[in-house]
């Protein structure tokens, strides 16, 4: 913590810390000094001179977001040359700004501009600006009082507007050239796919020769419009359109849990997500996915009515129609032909409803949350060693790691704002350890990449341990508590030999032994994984191997270090907690375990089945198969299962009886014989537990008007118990539910709806009268939400699992202020693990190499955001931007000489039934067998803004790796 | 091989070649510059991957400096001082009929390529003024005769060896 200084703001007495800037010390104050540069949570820049202040016994007029305090310092803010000073600041912007909204003698007259056609110049207009009337300029030049007549001229700089990248347009003649988008895309966001371009009179935002974002790096996530105070950057969607309040919620697309103020006009519509400025989450971040992914919401396709199947077509019925025929089909097929599966988006009160009524009402234990990535696999592996199936640190910690090994994910597409902190931290001097066959984006800050074959994690990572265990690089403090586990692991690390792990994965083993180094010797380290493309059967095993990973190199418990499981879902993590799964009731409590069931039979007051319920993959086969019958599909799980579409699909026609709840009439729910019409998370309350095992709540943002029927999951569920005459389903609110989760949810027990709400704190901030940037406007409290194990009401949460004291409360939480600093907190970084760890010896296992002899070589498809060495077009037509270029197939050199190709040869890659043109490029970096191709994430995002779906971001295709067989390209035909 | 990877591959043997012990954004341009005369869009690509930044970091450092050029320049280089003490020795009617002599309207190439005009605002030698260069060649005292004729002397066929710019002067 800097020292205390106390300075005097217009006399006001101000107590301060010595490393902030007078502007922030003032907005801390809630003194208000007018800015347009300025954001909060970027470096003070200093760029547009409107916060100039006077100084007591200095001369002139500094401007005050660069001017850092000293104690006993005066400082006037609204002194007559301070307001000259403003004055003309205001003057020289506006002219190179429109300016008819702000000069136009009609503008008393007018009331909301949104009218104005003819009293100045077109290009002048209210109308012409899709921020007219929430433009930061124009508040704050009628703040400073401009006079309404400047003595400069204004001319219009007559740019070209672009508006045929995905998502958002950029029009340039309303720049005031802040630098507030360049610096939130370079110190916010690490992507720098928008900088300064010219200079001096000519300097404006840009890109690279002007060229499409679609090649420029962009990952559209936003974070330059947020910030824009004019209409320069805007969102395509509802350009114009104003909006009448927000409301704060947590984004439904990916586990990170972030929060959101979503803007509502006039019409009931979600028209704009602006990420939460003060959310320990985001921190005032988003992705494509949150940014621009909401409109299914208000889609007009949205179910409006209960749908019954009549003379087998689905036709429109009453509420109590639907509840009657669901509880009536129901009711003949109780236990384990039964099964329900749940959607990652649903919350944790549906989830523990869905799991109650499974088990209470339907006796049985196959009650799944649907995800496609290996989320059990994974967080049981990691419950094995570590005792909790969670993450273990908050995300803003990777910021303080020494070290992050990302294995076998894609963070940056799928859990985007987790690799926000990462790749600040890599600036800051971190080292980055990838291992992924494909070319991921964070590839590209990678110290070392490592490329083994798909799959082959296991043996990689038991290579790394056991070359942490020979060269002496463990944690002492850990090997001394642990010697029994420790033996029998290295024993069954004599399997994993280094030379046998580079055979195995095909990584040399000198590579293997530098990232066991770097991991080691970089404390604290942090791991960050997704098991992409590791197979079924080594799923746990490899998630153990991560975790004893973290816990051999005392990388557990610590600010900096930890595990970070990437599950796919929103709420994967919150449904398994509420015991959506068919091993564990709430709190992974097992289901085999007569003492875990006495207790929730207890709340319940119905007795339990005892016999677990089928993994999920059993679970569709036994349903093809005709052992399970009988299906409850809560929410939009086709949506989330598409690795496994058909097997669904498959397993749900030959159902006796299906009930759907959905918003839209899914391909899934085109197989029910009931559908409910659902809420989407817009319009629910309840509460997301994050990868951080943060719980926060959700809260209403809207009704959508033109679907006034829908019902909230939970209470469709309780209906649908209630007309079976089950009790314990009488629940009037979501708060209640989660109220009865906490009593029979250990991990869960001291938190409520109530607390989650009623805990945040208010920012300090100027009164609402002062213009500010609208993400400042918007983040009026900060919502910590509480992270578990969160054991009874007056804990505060556990921040970091196997922590003690400062480190595992609530203790330095991330906030704006000392990111921008770039001031790396001081945690509790000695804390001692507490949980006592458990190590379980590793087998080998090889990965089997693809033996299909059509399909002989695995594709490992990347993704990049840039790729600056590859000639790329962008072909301006109609419609979006295309990227067009010529696609490389990098291949390893004897399995090219083995196929008879050469460098630069023509070829055709034929995989996942579709056949793609490329060239040959050799890599000798590559496996054997193994072939690769990377795309920009720019394709991706056109293909997303222009799809016709309705929830495209539900279903944002994934970088697989297929068996591919890659043959010449003959003559064209 | 298409035009755009040989080029790529003159760019990037500049770059590995630069002698310099700090090389940054800004010692690549200048290197690639020195080498081609001019920054093509192969070569801000290049650059950004060899410094690991950005097209768009790039891009932002070569179009801030006006010594950048991103067309190709015309063969030979004439520069005409403009400055104060020049002017009152007549530079502008000297501009007006060299401007008049290569078809140009201000700054930039002639149609064929050949010859580069750039204004200047000193070139240093006030004492001689009305100044010209042609090819960093200074030649003082000049009227609107001398300098036609040295312009068009410099229309030599060969291709002038191009220099590290500081070298120049």
């Known amino acids: 913590m800097a020292p205390e200084v106390t300075i005097y703001i217009d006399g006001k007495e101000v107590k301060t810390t010595s490393d902030k800037m007078v502007l922030q010390a003032a907005n801390d104050a809630g003194i208000y000094v007018p800015y347009l540069c300025y954001h909060p949570g970027m470096k003070p820049y200093g760029a547009c001179r409107m916060c100039v202040v006077e100084v007591e016994g200095a001369p002139g007029t500094p401007a005050s977001c660069t001017l850092p305090v000293r104690d006993g310092m005066r400082v006037s803010t609204g002194s007559q040359a301070v307001e000259g000073v403003r004055r003309t600041v205001t003057d020289l912007l506006l002219s190179e700004h429109p300016q008819g909204c702000l000069t136009c003698h009609r503008v008393d007259l007018c009331g909301p501009q949104d009218i104005c056609l003819r009293h100045v110049a077109v290009n002048d207009r209210c109308i012409m600006c899709p921020k007219n009337e929430r433009c930061e300029l124009k508040d704050t030049t009628r703040y400073v009082q401009m006079e309404q007549h400047s003595p400069l001229t204004y001319q219009y700089r007559n740019l070209q507007i672009e508006t045929r990248d995905p998502f958002y347009d950029r029009d340039y003649n309303l720049c005031i050239v802040c630098g507030r988008c360049v610096r ?482 899914s391909p899934a729910a085109r197989h029910a014989h009931v559908v409910f019409p659902a809420e989407t998370f817009a319009e629910k309350e309840g509460t997301y537990t994050n990868v951080e095992r943060r719980v926060q709540p959700l809260r209403r943002v809207f009704k959508a008007p033109h679907v006034p029927e829908v019902q909230p999951d939970w209470w469709t569920l309780c209906q649908i118990a209630r007309h079976m005459g089950a009790p314990g389903f009488d629940f009037s609110s979501a708060a209640e539910v989660l109220g009865e989760a906490a009593r029979v949810n250990p991990l869960y027990a001291g938190i409520s709806y109530r607390r989650l709400v009623e805990s945040a704190v208010p920012t300090c901030r100027p009164s609402t009268e002062t213009p500010l940037p609208t993400q400042v406007e918007y983040s009026e409290a900060v919502y910590h939400g509480l992270m578990w194990p969160c054991p009874e009401a007056s804990h505060q949460g556990t921040q970091r699992l196997h922590a003690e004291g400062a480190a595992a409360g609530q203790g330095p939480e991330p906030t704006l202020q000392n990111l921008a600093m770039g001031r790396i907190q001081e945690g509790a970084g000695g804390a001692r693990v507490q949980g006592q760890p458990c190590l379980v010896p590793l087998d080998w296992a090889a990965t089997p190499r693809s033996h299909d002899p059509q399909r002989p070589l695995l594709l490992a498809m990347g993704r990049v955001l840039q790729q600056p060495q590859r000639e790329t077009e962008v072909v301006r037509g109609k419609g979006l931007n295309r990227i067009q270029r010529e696609e490389l197939l990098e291949m390893h050199p004897e399995d090219a000489a083995a196929a008879s190709l050469r460098e630069g040869q023509s070829v055709r890659v034929i995989a996942s039934g579709h056949t793609m043109p490329a060239t040959v490029r050799l890599a000798p970096g590559l496996p054997r067998g193994v072939v690769a191709m990377t795309r920009l994430f720019g394709g991706l995002a056109v293909q997303l803004a222009a799809s016709e779906a309705a929830d495209p971001m539900a279903r944002v295709p994934r970088l697989d790796v297929v068996p591919a067989q890659v043959e010449p390209a003959g003559p064209p035909a | 091989m298409t035009t755009g990877e040989a080029l790529r591959k003159r760019v990037r043997q500049t770059l590995r070649d630069q002698p310099y012990p700090t090389v940054t954004v800004l010692s690549s341009l200048l290197a690639v510059q020195d080498d081609m005369g001019y920054l093509t869009e192969e070569a801000i690509q290049e650059v950004a991957r060899f410094t690991g930044t950005t097209i768009n970091e790039v891009w932002s450092v070569a179009s801030f400096y006006l010594n950048f050029r991103f067309t190709p320049p015309g063969d030979h280089t004439v520069e005409v001082c403009w400055g104060p003490a020049c002017h009152l020795r007549g530079a502008q009617t000297l501009l007006h009929d060299i401007l008049g002599q290569l078809g140009l309207s201000g700054e930039g190439e002639t149609g064929d390529s050949h010859i580069s005009l750039k204004l200047n605002t000193c070139l240093g030698a006030c004492t001689q003024a009305p100044v010209i260069s042609v090819d960093h060649g200074l030649m003082g005292r000049m009227d609107s005769e001398r300098a036609l004729k040295a312009i068009q002397g410099a229309s030599h066929p060969r291709r002038r060896e191009r220099r590290h710019s500081r070298e120049v002067r």
């Not at chain 1, 916010?188 to 790096?217: H, M």
């Not at chain 1, 649903?346 to 209470?360: D, G, P, S």
């Not at chain 1, 790691?401 to 600036?427: D, H, M, Y």
């Not at chain 1, 060269?471 to 069954?492: I, P, Q, W, Y």
Request: aromatic share 6%; net charge negative; with cysteine.
């Open chain 1, 184 to 665: 939130a895309c370079d110190e916010l966001r690490g992507d720098v796919a928008i900088a300064f371009t010219e200079r001096a009179g000519q300097a404006l935002v840009g890109t690279s020769r002007g060229t499409s974002l679609l090649e420029s790096g962009c990952e559209f996530c936003g974070a330059c419009i947020d910030v824009c105070p004019v209409g320069a950057l805007v969102e395509r969607d509802y350009k114009w359109e104003k909006p009448v309040r927000h409301q704060r919620t947590i984004c439904p697309h990916c586990p990170v849990g972030c929060q959101i103020n979503y803007e509502v006009d006039r019409r009931e519509r979600v028209i704009r997500a602006i990420p939460d400025l003060n959310a320990p989450v985001n921190l005032g971040q988003a992705c494509y996915k949150g940014k621009f992914g909401f409109n299914f919401v208000n889609h007009k396709q949205r179910l409006a009515h209960p749908l019954v199947r009549r003379n087998g077509e689905l036709q429109e019925a009453t509420w109590d129609e639907a509840l009657t025929m669901a509880a009536q089909g129901l009711a003949g097929h109780r236990g384990p032909s039964f099964a329900a599966l749940l959607s990652p988006r649903a919350t944790n009160e549906e989830a523990y409803l869905l799991q109650k009524f499974a088990r209470t009402v339907m006796e049985s234990n196959n009650v799944h949350v649907a995800s496609s990535s290996p989320s059990s696999a994974l967080l049981e592996g990691l419950g094995d060693v570590l005792g909790y199936q969670a993450g273990t640190n908050p995300i803003w910690d990777l910021e303080q790691a020494g070290c992050v090994l990302s294995i076998s994910n894609n963070v940056t597409e799928e859990q985007n704002v987790v690799a926000v902190p990462v790749k600040r931290a890599v600036r800051k001097g971190t080292k980055l350890i990838v291992v992924d066959a494909r070319e991921v984006e964070l590839t590209r800050y990678a110290h070392l990449w490592l490329r083994p074959y798909p799959g082959t994690d296991l043996a990689l990572v038991g290579g790394m341990l056991r070359a942490i265990l020979d060269e002496g690089l463990a944690d002492e403090a850990f090997l001394k508590d642990h010697a029994e586990g420790l033996e029998a692991l290295r024993r069954s690390l004599a399997e994993f030999g280094l030379e046998r792990v580079a055979a195995e994965t095909g990584v040399p083993a000198d590579q293997v032994r530098e990232a066991a180094r770097i991991f080691a010797t970089s404390r604290p380290s942090a791991i960050l994984c997704a098991l992409d493309n590791v197979p079924a059967e080594q799923q746990r095993p490899c998630a153990r191997a991560l975790a004893e990973l973290a816990a051999v190199t005392g990388n557990v418990g610590k600010p900096g270090a930890g595990i970070y499981p990437l599950v796919r879902g929103a709420n994967e993590q919150g449904a398994r907690d509420m015991g959506c799964d068919p091993h564990f009731l709430p709190g992974y409590q097992p289901v085999t375990d007569e003492a875990a069931r006495r207790l929730a039979e207890g709340t319940w007051g119905r007795a339990l089945p005892q016999e677990p319920g089928l993994p999920l993959d059993q679970l569709l086969e036994a349903a093809r198969q005709g052992q399970v019958r009988v299906m409850l599909l809560v929410g939009d799980v086709a949506a989330h299962y598409d690795g496994a579409q058909e097997p669904l699909e498959a397993a749900l026609q030959g159902l006796d009886f299906l009930v759907v709840q959905d918003a839209f009439l």
